[in-house]
């Protein structure tokens, strides 16, 4: 029986399991979930030793365990592929819309329903079984790691030192993660680009408290008004970032990247859909995909300072704050950035009033080679498994983890997704189609036996 | 017994009064306060029957009422004075950090410590007991009428109707209000102007709910961006509001007013003092003191949209508000400045998001002439009362009662303070030296007098 024969007569024992997992409340944000997460990383632990992996452990951290699961029975010489998953979801509950129960699995229309059938339990869900099916057939022509955290929806705190504490056993040959949509259940896409961020706080103070603005207005350097003009300096009169060297480091598309963009692009009138806007804006020179998915963006998340309730009240505030987060594209640095708007809000500032600028939060860009071998054989695999070649994209959020793994494990990273943007992934009656499922595993499978047809040495060149 | 030797003769017992309404808790802001808010109208309204008022009524409004009193035996060709001021009180408890029980009053250090002393009960009080020497003395050289209300606090909110529909009971010759404060108990001060407001909200909308700013930023105008340009396009680089015509209707200073004003004028390390501020800014061309009293002014009371909290929120918001005000000076109206800041956020705002203006709240601003007979009666009434020239002031906040006055009543209006800036109003350990409670007397007394020397055809000269 070969792999795909294999997952055929198992499939529906396949669903069944996944159901099972998604009956753990596995939400990482809640405390009180902690022992359901615990519970989903056991489990988790106990298919890999199930289906054949020679070494499964769950490595704690200062939050939720990391589940590790490594089979090394392709030799030495076989590449080997590190999977990357994560089993913990984001809240969900009845009143927030769902038409049954999120963690009572239910299918419907064809799709399985259930907070974290798509995102990410279905998905690596599918990885698991596909490395099943293969070691059930005789062996995956490739050894396989498997790094499956629980705290991906609270922004990957932990994994970092995971990573770097594990370095020499995480040794791969290449990254796998299947956690991504596709806009059509037709058309495999392929993330090949996220972006980083700096996430900044502006702060501007003033007088020494909150005064009467009939008093001093009109004397006292109000530091909401400062505020307001440090952030419209921001930006030119265009839409392109006014912080003097911002676009410096960025990596410039070319035509090539940007014809094969083109392929998955969506329409202005897809964009009106999803936004309710009907003029868009941005930099000049660029598509709209390209500027939300391939070049660097600065924006304002929120302003406070002063009164802000209904009614009227005469203050002059004594400070104001603004959040404003940049979206970096390689080879941007979040410390160089950091450093350039700290400068340009410095010199911003007026005289009359005082300013800080505040790192909050921080992660690298990502971006793999589209001629790689890795995005290769995640073609490949995608031809084979799914029937359709896949088109690239580059997607417009950030995924610390990926940069992470490149840059910690000087890996390429796929991001091979299985499933759709439609799956209502954080949303209320988030689903999974069960068919998607299946082509994922299939999908996964064909992966395997293309890299281990390339060797190591296919996949290095 | 003459005016002046009654007020001495009985000095202990209107200090033991003035404690007694003191001791009323009469916060108009507390609904739980509504009865002794109405004890303390009942309380005024009997003390000024008493003192031989001819009519005394309590005028009912749809919150607290006013007390109104009069007494008309000066006759029809004598000038009539109508006396505003007002019974309630603004919040105090001991916690916020009293000496002692805000509504027991004490006397310390030569003041009387309690809420209200100075404002406005003891500053009013002052008003009735000087009527009360003239009537006790063979009655007034003037016609007297008392409007008292019990809502300055919260506002004014129903004061208005009643000058209208009481309008033809309220004909007088002047009015003088007795609720501001003096820089220094010796150097007598008379506010001759009050700025006038147009509070205004700034919203602007974008996209129909808050996005993801990874997904959407760089090619969804941002509402918070699209404020903030707005806000820092309302004044222009150097200091002035940049809102076109906003000068227009603006009465310009004369030189001897800017000497008059300059006699009473803080210094640098004054307002430094007070502000916490030691670099200023404003409208080039005019000093301090000007600016705050004598310009229109615009300013940022509050700014929000978006994420506020600790740490990140990557959000692209749907909206963004600032409150604005606008003080205003002779002759600006609230509804043409309303308009004007309407047409200009209008025209400053992007095409790609929507904005509105809208008018909170409004209020006309207040002048009067310094050349009029009823201000060279407040000044020789000091001048024998006080033993000092006054000194004049415009007052950069905002009374909407003495425009109210001025415009429903068309009567020239003094503001003959009694207290002192340094009396605590609105904070803890309010207090009023009791010298000037009888200082004020003693003045309140002479003016008296001194209008009905000059006669209706002086007062109007």
Chains 1, 2 share one sequence.
Request: one cysteine or more; glycine letters at 10%; proline letters at 7%.
């Amino acid at each position: 029986m070969n792999p795909h024969e294999y997952a055929a007569a198992h499939a529906p024992r396949f669903l069944d399991q996944l159901k099972e997992l998604l009956r753990i409340p596995s939400v990482s944000t809640l405390p009180e979930r902690a022992g359901d997460v615990r519970r989903a990383a056991e489990w988790v632990a106990a298919d890999l030793r199930r289906i054949g992996m020679q070494t499964v452990e769950i490595i704690p951290t200062p939050g939720h365990p990391v589940v590790y699961g490594e089979w090394l029975g392709a030799g030495l010489s076989a590449p080997t592929m590190l999977i990357y998953g994560h089993y913990d979801v984001q809240p969900a509950a009845l009143e927030d819309g769902w038409t049954s129960d999120p963690f009572e699995p239910v299918e419907r229309d064809g799709r399985l329903v259930a907070r974290g059938a798509s995102d990410d339990k279905g998905q690596v869900f599918a990885q698991i079984k596909a490395a099943e099916a293969l070691l059930a057939a005789g062996g995956a022509p490739v050894n396989l790691k498997f790094l499956i955290e629980g705290e991906e929806e609270i922004g990957t705190p932990h994994l970092g030192a995971v990573l770097a504490a594990q370095r020499e056993r995480l040794r791969a040959d290449m990254c796998v993660i299947s956690d991504t949509g596709m806009h059509t259940p037709e058309q495999p896409t392929i993330v090949y680009g996220l972006r980083g961020m700096a996430y900044m706080e502006i702060e501007v103070w003033g007088p020494k408290h909150d005064l009467h603005s009939g008093g001093y207005g009109g004397i006292v350097y109000n530091p909401a008004q400062a505020l307001a003009e440090i952030v419209a300096a921001l930006h030119d009169a265009e839409g392109r970032v006014a912080v003097p060297g911002f676009y410096d480091d960025v990596l410039p598309l070319s035509e090539a990247e940007r014809a094969e963009l083109a392929r998955s692009a969506p329409t202005e009138a897809q964009w009106a859909q999803e936004t309710g806007v009907t003029r868009f804006w941005g930099e000049p020179g660029y598509a709209l995909h390209e500027r939300v998915g391939a070049r660097p963006t600065l924006e304002v998340n929120g302003l406070s300072g002063g009164f802000a309730g209904a009614g009227a009240k005469t203050v002059l505030p004594a400070r104001a704050l603004a959040k404003i987060s940049c979206r970096l594209v390689a080879n941007q640095t979040p410390s160089r950035v950091y450093q350039q708007v700290r400068e340009y809000v410095a010199r911003l500032t007026p005289a009359a009033v005082r300013s800080e600028v505040r790192l909050i939060a921080q992660a690298y860009p990502a971006l793999t080679r589209l001629d790689s071998p890795a995005m290769e054989a995640a073609c490949a695999a995608y031809e084979r498994g799914w029937e359709r070649r896949p088109v690239f994209e580059r997607g417009g959020g950030t995924l610390p983890v990926v940069a992470d793994l490149q840059r910690e494990l000087g890996l390429p990273v796929v991001l091979m997704g299985f499933g759709l943007r439609s799956d209502g992934a954080h949303g209320p009656d988030e689903g999974y189609r069960i068919d998607m499922f299946y082509r994922g595993i299939r999908t996964a499978i064909c992966l395997s036996q293309i890299v281990g047809q390339m060797g190591r040495a296919g996949l290095s060149g």
